[in-house]
C-alpha cells in the first residue's frame, strides 16, 4: 500500500504563526482598538463574531473596535477560513491576545496607583479602583510598546455578574451596506485607469487550444488586446462592453482539442469503483464478545454526483504590477496560500534578484463555503495584468467558466453493511467510500505543483495535482464524518482516496461530510424499518452522549408538526437524522416535513444545535439555517451534467437551484454550553438535513432512494 499523502498547511491553532500581542492589537488610534485577523468573512458574519469577543475581553464598547482590512502585508497568516474553525481558532487567539493585553493595563494601573488586581474594574477601555480616585485608559497606560509580548496561552476564565456581547445577538457589522446597495463586494471594486479582462476555456480540464484566428480577431477588434499563452487565451479592453463582446467573437475563432477523457455520467459507481485509488482504513473496532446467532445482514450503497459551487455572483479579481510589485485584490478564502503559489509561478519565471513582491488584499465575495475560482481568477489576474503595462486590470469569469471549469465537489459513494440482531444491536457495521480527494486549494499540493486552471494551460504548464484530504486532525477529507458516533460493539471504515481526476474536485461545504451522513443517517433509518421500529427511538437506544441526546429531543420538541399528522395530506412526509459535526464539532439534529408528488418540496425543517459558547445567537442560527436550505438544494436539484468530452453544465437553466419560493420554514433551537467551548457551527446541518429529506421520502412514498438529486428520474429508478 502506497503512504498515504494528505494535505499541508493545516495550523494547530492561529496562535502558531501569530504569537505576540502585535500581531492581533493596535492601540494607536485614541479611544480605539484595531483588531487584525486573519479570518476572512464571506457572509457567515465571522467579523463581527471575532469584535464582539474582543470587545467582551478587553471591555471595550463595540464601536470602539475598529477591524483592519485583512492583506498579507499586515494582517496575521491564519491559513485558510474553512472547516468551521474561525470562532475555534481565530476566536481563542483573539480572546487569549486581549485578556493578555488587559492584565498588562491592569498590572500597569497597579503599578501607578497602589491598586491591587482583584479592586479594578474596566469600563469602555477605562480602568478604575475603589482603592483610588486615579482612573487611566488603555491609551494612556502607552500598550503598542506590548506588541513584541508573547500572548498567553489561557483557558478562558468565567466573567462574574454575566457578559455583555458575547451570547448577545449583535446585528451584524457589514449588513448595512449590502441593504442599502453600498458597494460591498469585489465585483463592485472600482481601480481608477483599470482594464477589463475576460479569458475563453475549455469545458474539460484536459482540452487545448488547437487553433487561433488571431489575425481575423484582430481585424475584428484592433482596439482590444489579444493574450496567449500557450493555452490560456484572454482579451484586454478599456471598456467592459469591449471585453464582452470580444470575447464572445474570440470563442467563435478559436478550436479545441477535447478528450474523451470524462467518466460516464450516467454510470459513476463503475468509475469510481474501478478508477485507480489509494485505501486506508480510516477506523476500526473489533468486537470484544462474539456476535449472537441468527443476525440479518443488511446493505444499502448511496451515490451522490459531482456538484457546483455554483456562487450567485461569478468569480472576479484586479491585479496590477507596477514598482516590482503585484497587487491583487481577491476573494480568496486564504491569501497567504494563494500568495506562497503565486510566488512558485514568480520564481520561474524571474531570476531570485528579480522576483516581484506579492501584495494580496481580501475583498469580500459571493459567499462560498469550500473552494470556488476565487483563486484561479486571481492567477488568471495576475496573468493578464503582466501585460497591462502597469494599468490595474479587473476579471470577471463567465457563468459558463464558472460551472464548467472552477472545482466541483465530487462524486462521492458510499457501501454500507451491517448485521442486525433482532433485539436491535448492530454488528460488523462496514463502510466503504470512494470518491476524489476534497481540497485541491493553494498551498495544499506538493511543492513546484500548482492547482491553478490556468498553470495547466501555459506553455510551460505546471503539473496539476489530484485533490488530496485534509487530515483528520482538521475533520478529514472524503472520510470526514464517516467513523459512526452510534455505540458499536465493532465497526470498520474504508476510504478509497481517487488517484485519477478528470473533474476537477476541491473543497465545497462540509467536504465528505455532507455524503457520509447523509448515507450513514439514511441507513440507521433502514435498520429501524427493517425492525418496525421507530428511527428516532432507534438512534436514541444506540447513543450515550448526552449532548446529541438533548439536540435530538429538542428537533422533535420544537416541531408540533412531528407528532400532528390530522391535517396530512397524499403525499406528505417526514424524516429525521443526527450528527456531530466532523466527530468533534456541533451536534446537530434536523427534522424535516416534506410534500411529495411529482416532485419533493420541504415545507418544514426543524434545527436543534449545539455549538458550546454561544458568541452570536442570531449569527449561529443564521448559518444553521442557510446550511439547512443550501443542503435542501443539493439533496433535491443539484447535479453536474457532462459527456465523454466536456462539462455540459453551462447556465441557471443547466443548473437549477432551491428558488426562494420553494425555501421552507426554518424552526432553529440553540442549547447554550456557556462553560463549554465554542465550535463552529457554518456547516453542521449540510448532511442531517439531505438523511432527513430521504427518510423523508420513503416515509411518503415507501421508497428508498439512494442517488441524489432525489429528483424524478432517481425516484422512478427505485420503484
Known sequence: MKPVILARGFAKNSLDKNPTIGHWLDFSQPNQVTLSVGKVDFGQGISTALAQIAAEELQVDLHQMIQRPINTQDSPDEGVTSGSFSIEHSGEAVRMACATLK???????????QATPSSVTVQQGVLRSSATPQVMSYWDLQLDDQSATPVVQHPRQPTPGGMRYVGTPVPRLDLEKKLF???SFIQDLVVEGMLHCRILRAPNRAGRID???????????????????????????KREEQAVASIAHLDTRVTWHMPASLPDCDDLQTFLTSAPSEQRIVGEVQA??????????????????????????????????RDNTLEIWSHSQGIYNLKSDIEVYLRREFSEDAIPEVVIHHVEGAGCYGHNPADDVAFDAALLARHAQGRPVRLLWSRAAELSCGPSGSAHLVKLEANLAPDGAIHNWTQTIWSNGYTSRPGRSEPGNLAFVAAAELARPFTTPVSLDPPMSAGGGGDRNALPLYDLPDYK????????MPIRTSAIRALGGFTNVWAIECFMDELAHSLKQDPVDFR???????????????????????????????GVGRGFAYARYKNTGAWCAVAVRILAGTSVRVTDISVAADVGLIINPDGVKSQLEGGAVQSCSWTLKEELKFNRQAITTRSWEDYPILMFSEAPVVTVGLIDQPNEPSVGAGEATQGPTAAAIGNAVHDALGIRVRQLPLNMKNMLANL
Open 211 to 237: 487553433t487561433v484566428d488571431e489575425a481575423g480577431f484582430r481585424l475584428r477588434f484592433p482596439e482590444v488586446e489579444l493574450i496567449r499563452d500557450g493555452s490560456f487565451i484572454g482579451v484586454l479592453a
Open 540 to 570: 436514541i437506544r444506540h447513543l450515550s452522549d448526552p449532548r446529541a441526546l438533548a439536540v435530538i429531543r429538542l428537533a422533535i420538541d420544537q416541531a408540533p408538526w412531528w407528532h400532528d399528522r390530522s391535517e396530512d395530506v397524499e
Open 103 to 113: 492584565a498588562i493595563a491592569i498590572e500597569r494601573f497597579c503599578a501607578a496607583t
Open 181 to 183: 446597495g453600498g458597494a
Open 493 to 500: 471504515v474504508v476510504y478509497n482516496r481517487l488517484l485519477e
Open 288 to 321: 470484544k464478545d462474539a456476535p449472537p446467532s441468527h443476525l440479518k445482514h443488511v446493505e444499502s450503497w448511496y451515490q451522490r454526483p459531482y456538484i457546483a459551487h455554483a456562487s450567485i455572483g461569478p468569480s472576479c479579481a484586479l491585479a496590477q504590477w
